[in-house]
């Protein structure tokens, strides 16, 4: 229930007391942690140990066993199992859900990151343009519910802002002696599970006019991925969890389209290639998929292996067993694997070409030009020069070197162009909002106490958050 709202309004704070919360609520996963004092000064790129990852989705085995996030670490069989995601498209739309997994999370017994909500200030990320409604209903949650004793909602780039920018360009690591301060200016590009967004920042604050969004992100290459499986493989479509595995553990972006796919290209009947496994990275390898049945002998149980793993491609294997089959041999304990080829590079092509597969937008490089033509031509020289990938899909191999290598070729060479990805980019947002939280008097301005909730309402928060996100229009 909720608690009584003192008559008297109080003062904005110039500091805030208790523990700072960081919740990066993403589509795929939840970058939780509390932020009690400084991350470490030796390796400020690097998210230490009070970030979990906790799987934002409530799933259900095909045992009919229901996991609630951090729960899912425990399961055993992956296999054809059913997820419900509090977040769509970017916006958290359903709180039912997420109430359960943040309990589980955050407030039960045996909570992964255990905190009192009263006495606790919350740090949230939320989707570009979340509509009004979907705002109130956060709020409403935030204050009325779990009755956290303030909050900020940002978009999840903006923290970002307040890392160590100029290291991941090869400059010296800033002091540690001030408080942290937002970067001056940079560009965001965050491609995470539900789209791919386009950020420009001046001081902290994005320009709400040059944002832009690609409705290309992780899960849109899963179901690809799934699809082209089904129709060359296996029957793939209800095996979301082991698709994801395979997209993150094999597939690359390529810097030559014509090229690799002139590479795995398998011939005309009975023509034989050699290219699919030649050199030393051959393009073709055999996944393995994984076991997920379990053998009990006596009171021993063993359970297979869990997780799928690559091999390099024998195209005789199976010519190979026959013949050993039909020459008496034991036969072997059965595997079952699938040969990838050109699917591990056209999948994340979608990002960079999504007309490939009808949709009408422009691709990633394109999508930055345009976000930079938004902004007035004396700021993009400092945006070019500054451009940071986060996200997940920002760990497959080669899609730096490429984004780089194309913007090179749609931008002017008198602008200084700079591309980097983190050492961690997954939780790269929440280690800016941990150094954010070292700030407690600037994070008391940015911030909305329980008691102004209680008092203003959510317009009134509303209209706090949006104010300094509609400080730079052009």
């Not at 002091?175 to 301060?181: D, E, H, L």
């Not at 980097?420 to 939280?437: F, I, K, R, S």
């Amino acid at each position: 229930m909720p608690r009584i709202a003192k008559a008297a309004a109080a003062a904005p704070p110039k500091s805030l007391d208790g523990d700072v919360l960081i919740v990066d609520n993403g589509g795929y996963t939840i970058k939780a942690g509390l932020a009690t004092e400084r991350p470490d000064p030796d390796q400020p790129e690097q998210p230490d140990q009070r970030c979990r990852l906790i799987p934002n989705c409530i799933a259900q085995g095909r045992d009919k066993h229901t996991w609630v996030g951090a729960q899912l670490d425990r399961c055993r069989d992956y296999g054809e199992m059913v997820f419900r995601r509090p977040v769509e498209r970017g916006a958290l739309v359903n709180w039912e859900a997420e109430k359960e997994i943040w309990e589980q999370t955050f407030v039960d017994a045996d909570a992964v990151v255990k905190c009192d909500p009263h006495e606790t200030n919350l740090i949230l990320t939320e989707g570009l343009n979340t509509p009004q409604a979907l705002q109130n209903n956060c709020d409403q949650m935030i204050f009325e519910y779990f009755e956290f004793q303030s909050c900020y909602r940002c978009l999840g780039p903006s923290l970002s802002a307040y890392n160590d920018i100029q290291h991941l360009f090869g400059a010296p690591r800033r002091m540690w002696g001030a408080a942290p301060a937002p970067a001056q200016s940079m560009l965001v590009i965050d491609s995470g599970y539900s789209h791919t967004t386009v950020t420009p920042f001046i001081r902290g604050r994005p320009v709400q006019s040059a944002i832009r969004r690609l409705d290309i992100g992780g899960k849109f290459m899963t179901n690809y991925l799934k699809e082209l499986v089904s129709m060359r493989h296996y029957n793939m479509m209800d095996e979301t969890y082991l698709m994801n595995e395979v997209k993150e553990s094999v597939c690359f972006v390529t810097s030559d389209l014509s090229r690799d796919l002139d590479r795995t290209w398998k011939g005309r009947m009975g023509e034989h290639r050699t290219t699919m496994t030649a050199g030393h990275d051959p393009i073709v390898i055999d996944y393995v998929l994984p076991d997920y049945n379990a053998t009990t002998t006596g009171t021993t149980t063993t359970h297979h292996h869990q997780h799928g793993y690559t091999r390099p491609h024998d195209p005789t294997r199976s010519s190979k067993l026959r013949n050993r089959l039909a020459a008496g041999a034991h036969q072997p304990s059965l595997e079952e694997y699938m040969t990838l080829g050109n699917e591990r590079f056209t999948v994340p092509e979608l990002l960079f070409r999504p007309g490939d597969v009808g949709l009408r937008q422009a691709g990633l490089p394109e999508t930055v030009m345009q976000s930079l033509h938004a902004l007035p031509q004396g700021l993009w020289a400092p945006m070019l020069g500054h451009i940071v990938v986060v996200g997940g899909n920002a760990r497959i191999r080669g899609l730096i070197p490429r984004l780089e290598s194309e913007l090179q070729q749609l931008t002017s060479s008198d602008f200084l162009l700079r591309v980097a990805a983190p050492a961690d980019p997954v939780t790269y947002n929440w280690l800016g909002g941990a150094l954010l939280a070292t700030n407690k008097p600037l994070l008391a301005t940015l911030s909305v106490t329980r008691q102004d909730y209680l008092e203003h309402g959510s317009h009134w928060t509303a209209r706090k958050f949006a104010a300094g996100a509609n400080e730079f229009a052009w």
